[in-house]
């Protein structure tokens, strides 16, 4: 999914368990940008070829990297579902937990996320809840916004949202947090909304498709009408073909955008102007290539 959004773009995405052994193997083929080089540079944006003329690597971003201890990093930001939090307390595998909750001490930056989904005394009792741990801890709400559908059979066609008006919809997913996504769907005026889950990361099987018609078939025989599937786009990219085999059924994925919610006066701009002043405290002098490789 991110290499279809970021087609185009200067952005070279990596896979693999080892996020240190992945990162060093771009830097080690493309080079990388020393930091104290290139100064303000470093700060402009860009949407197009890389500003500086060539494929070497300016950041590494590291995706669920906070545990790895034994990786130096510059910058480290935490995002809390909002909806789960931290659930039972436990580390795993007792609990969801991947480091205990006075790990959030080493953050720079917290963001909760779906705080559009939960109640505003709810978000005050978990921000004070954060602030026991860090008081000085600096926290962002977020949202995901929907845009538009598409559907599986041709990813270029595009629906909007009121396609879902007075209709009666399944809701497919094997994502980390389903309730976030069937909360959402919920709120785009669908008659009855249904929702099959599977575990994160499931890649749909044969055998998945003849549920999910199943229960698509007692959905129709129930409303008198054909349901609409609806899936998410990290769904539709795990397999592009699979959910075709649910014809005659119309299948759509979802599109929606992540968005700061201003609160407290952070704002999406207040967000890049931290990450810049964090950066430029720590950056200088400093060699991504030696960052990467300490206790590799």
């Not at 999914?1 to 200067?10: A, I, V």
């Not at 659930?87 to 559009?116: S, T, Y």
Request: net charge neutral; with cysteine.
């Amino acid at each position: 999914m991110l290499q279809r959004h970021l087609l185009g773009r200067p952005v070279k995405i990596g896979v693999g368990a080892n996020r240190a052994a992945t990162a060093t193997s771009f830097i080690e083929k493309y080079g990388y940008i020393d930091p104290s080089q290139v100064s303000g540079r470093l700060w402009v944006e860009s949407k197009g070829p890389s500003q500086f003329g060539s494929e070497k690597i300016g950041v590494a971003i590291l995706d669920d990297g906070m545990q790895h201890l034994g990786l130096q990093r510059n910058i480290e930001i935490v995002m809390i579902n909002g909806l789960m939090l931290w659930g039972n307390c436990h580390l795993l595998p007792l609990g969801p937990l991947r480091e205990p909750l006075n790990a959030l001490r080493r953050a720079d930056v917290v963001v909760l996320h779906h705080a559009d989904l939960i109640p505003e005394q709810r978000l005050k009792d978990i921000e004070l809840m954060l602030r026991d741990v860090k008081e000085s801890l600096t926290i962002f709400f977020t949202k995901m916004v929907p845009s538009h559908f598409f559907d599986v059979r041709n990813f270029n066609s595009k629906k909007p949202l009121e396609a879902l008006c007075n209709t009666i919809v399944l809701c497919v997913s094997a994502i980390g947090s389903a309730d976030a996504f069937v909360l959402g769907i919920k709120k785009l005026g669908a008659v009855y909304v249904d929702q099959l889950e599977f575990s994160d990361h499931h890649s749909f099987q044969s055998m998945d498709m003849e549920m999910i018609k199943e229960r698509l078939g007692e959905l129709e025989k129930k409303f008198g009408s054909k349901p609409i599937v609806v899936v998410t786009e990290k769904d539709y990219d795990r397999d592009l073909d699979i959910l075709r085999h649910l014809e005659p059924f119309e299948v759509l994925a979802l599109c929606s955008e992540f968005k700061i919610i201003p609160y407290r006066e952070n704002t999406e701009d207040d967000f890049k102007k931290l990450l810049k002043e964090i950066l430029r405290d720590k950056l200088p002098g400093r060699n991504l290539y030696k960052h990467l490789n300490h206790n590799h």
